[in-house]
């Protein structure tokens, strides 16, 4: 079964960077499209950013694009996100998962955490 390994969050001030990694394992990863999912609490898991089998982004929530950028490494079975210009509004866990209906995605991983100070 998949297993998913999400770090780099922390704390950071408004406008700052961060780079989150995930890996994953239990799957065939470079045949899979991943994504980048946030939750803040008392929401819903919602995905923010996507990118292809081949590496190609393909989809940026609006409040992201532009200082969002996901990117893999499929011989590290690794999705990375690179966060930039960050706002207090990204505090958020971010998880990593497999793009597919959110209904059929049921196991994840811990989760990282990111919290913008203004």
């Known amino acids: 079964q998949i297993q998913l390994e999400e770090s780099g969050g922390g704390l950071v001030q408004a406008g700052g960077s961060l780079n989150l990694s995930c890996t994953a394992s239990g799957i065939r990863f470079s045949a899979n499209a991943m994504g980048w999912y946030r939750q803040t609490p008392g929401q819903e898991r919602e995905l923010i950013v996507s990118?292809?089998?081949?590496?190609?982004?393909?989809y940026y929530v609006d409040f992201v694009k532009g200082r969002f950028t996901i990117s893999r490494d499929n011989a590290k079975n690794t999705v990375y996100l690179q966060m930039n210009s960050l706002k207090p509004e990204d505090t958020a866990v971010y998880y990593c998962n497999r793009i597919l209906p959110l209904s059929t995605l049921t196991l994840w991983g811990q989760g990282t955490q990111v919290t913008v100070s203004s």
């Open positions: 990118i292809s089998r081949s590496g190609d982004p393909y």
